[in-house]
């Protein structure tokens, strides 16, 4: 894979997945985003970005990106042609924990909730994080416990409370779905 120069140890906590790299675009090495921020094209905001390149993070610079009909596109530095591009398909793009913008007192990423005990209002533990689908309607909790589970992220009705010092969300979720 063709990439910048640049290669850091990192470890895989520090990072935090924003994206993914999909099918080349074009044959001058430009590549489709599928970009996980809320607003799709803030994930060019970000500098340097990190593509998960065989279990090694390595720092990229995005040459140039924008919005192509629903989603994105993106030239990334040393992919000049279409057979690098599709050395990329399927990377992860991240960005270090230390990019993200500060948040208010009680505010989180959904990064942070990964990896959280989910326990039903009753105390019974279903089991924990292991990532979050975003269904266009709302994200979904997928724990994995005893069974795979998926959980509704609905403020209020469903997530009860969030307590990610202790590492629990608190859920009104029957334990049988």
Not at 9 to 26: C, D, F, K, N, P
Not at 71 to 95: F, K, M, N, Q, S
Request: proline share 3%.
């Amino acid at each position: 894979m063709v990439m910048a120069p640049h290669t850091e140890q990192l470890a895989s906590e520090q990072m935090v997945t924003i994206g993914r790299v999909g099918a080349a675009y074009g044959v001058k090495g430009w590549v489709r985003i599928h970009a996980f921020t809320s607003e799709l094209a803030t994930i060019f905001s970000y500098d340097p970005w990190y593509i998960n390149d065989q279990g090694e993070w390595r720092a990229v610079t995005v040459i140039d990106g924008r919005p192509h009909g629903d989603g994105l596109v993106a030239h990334v530095e040393g992919c000049d042609d279409r057979d690098a591009a599709r050395l990329l398909t399927g990377a992860d793009i991240a960005i270090t924990r230390e990019q993200l913008p500060e948040l208010a007192e009680g505010e989180f990423y959904f990064a942070d909730l990964e990896g959280l005990t989910v326990k039903t209002i009753t105390g019974q533990t279903l089991g924990t994080v292991d990532y979050i689908l975003d269904t266009g309607a709302n994200e979904i909790f997928v724990v994995k416990g005893d069974k795979e589970r998926l959980v509704p992220y609905v403020q209020d009705q469903v997530v009860k409370n969030i307590d990610i010092a202790a590492g629990v969300i608190t859920v009104d979720w029957d334990p049988d779905f």
